[in-house]
């Protein structure tokens, strides 16, 4: 089978903001390339894909490299635990290719490859399994780059892989997604590669004809996990005083019982999960993606910061003057919720990053 662009990231990945920057990539994609076959690439290391789904004998019984598994994969049936089976829903409904795996890889062949968006490439997490894959190697394609795509954890000092230095080196055009991410790349190439923006900021949420409005209104929404006890208590007054309930979405079999509802992977599809952000009165995250939408539809929000997470955002909260505010008091609800976010300003800052990041894929795309 032969396709003009596919694009791989982590497919079928049960994760809220792993799949709004899919889903994102890809409508970008197809609006800047019309005419043309723009998949996502229905791949995920077995060992990476066990990881979430092999809790049941089902999974057991069927190997992921047979053909009959990928076959059953998107079918409705009742043996699917429903968490599995909103996400598995809502990742059929973007356009990809077949299940491709190692045994029938040489079936499928790619004008371009883009890898990315998310951490992609964080060689270091022991269940991505050095996936060569998310570096493009083994695929049969004329050329491979990379859009937002992200080392993750890694230390710019690390010894990086053979497997690493060797696609790298071999891809046309590659950006990333922080800073450190192009201190690897510049390391490895010899060339900075631009930062660009998750692809989560380039398309319109706001107007996607998909978003469910919740029925709930005026609530403080909560997603992530690891909020310190001081962060929770002073939410639980914020809230108290601010007469609002606290809405929580289950991040990882999350069991708030401070907070005032708990909404659980089963109950929830991605588009839903999207529309409690947009709808929310304020917000209180400890995710990459809990921030990025945050921002997206301009709310106040409280940051409960990881190392980890920082990572991945510090730089760019630097850009928009917040950095700050989230560094000094990881604990201070009332202070980040009754903060002025000047949105003027930040919205210019990211008009401005997002203009140059559609330039970039405009430019991949047509050359």
């Known amino acids: ?189 010899g060339i900075k590669p631009p930062i660009v923006l998750d692809p989560s900021w380039l398309w319109d949420f706001d107007n996607d004809e998909n978003i469910i409005k919740p029925a709930e209104e005026d609530y403080i929404l909560v997603y992530g996990q690891d909020f310190t006890s001081v962060f929770i208590e002073n939410l639980r007054k914020y809230a108290n005083e601010s007469d609002k309930k606290i809405i929580a979405l289950d991040c990882n079999e999350d069991h708030y019982d401070w907070c005032d509802k708990m909404i659980a992977q089963a109950e929830l599809s991605p588009f839903q999960w999207i529309g409690y952000f947009k709808y929310a009165a304020s917000v209180a995250t400890s995710t990459f993606h809990g921030v990025t939408f945050s921002l997206i539809f301009n709310k106040k929000f409280a940051f409960c910061k990881t190392d980890f997470i920082m990572a991945k955002v510090d730089d760019f909260l630097k850009e928009l003057k917040l950095f700050d505010l989230f560094d000094k008091n990881q604990d201070d609800v009332f202070g980040m919720l009754g903060h002025n976010f000047n949105y003027n300003y930040i919205n210019k800052i990211i008009e401005k990053k997002r203009t140059a990041s559609l330039d970039f894929l405009r430019k991949v795309s047509c050359d």
């Open 1 to 189: 089978m032969k396709y003009d662009i596919g694009i791989l990231t982590f497919w079928n990945v049960p994760n809220y903001g792993t799949y709004a920057q899919a889903y994102a990539l890809q409508r970008v994609l197809q609006q800047l390339n019309k005419g043309k076959d723009v998949r996502q690439i229905a791949h995920l290391d077995r060992h990476h894909f066990n990881f979430y789904y092999d809790k049941k004998a089902y999974y057991r019984e069927c190997p992921i490299w047979k053909k009959s598994f990928w076959k059953s994969f998107f079918i409705k049936e009742n043996r699917y635990p429903s968490k599995e089976e909103e996400f598995i829903n809502a990742y059929a409904l973007i356009p990809h290719t077949d299940n491709i795996c190692d045994n029938n890889l040489k079936d499928f062949k790619f004008d371009k490859v883009f890898l990315g968006s998310d951490i992609v490439w964080d060689y270091s997490i022991k269940v991505f399994n050095d996936d060569p894959l998310l570096f493009g190697q083994g695929f049969d394609v004329d050329e491979v780059d990379a859009y937002a795509a992200s080392f993750g954890t890694v230390p710019v000092n690390a010894k990086v892989p053979d497997y690493v230095n060797s696609a790298l080196k071999k891809m046309k055009y590659i950006s990333v997604r922080d800073e450190r991410s192009a201190e690897i790349v510049k390391k490895i190439t």
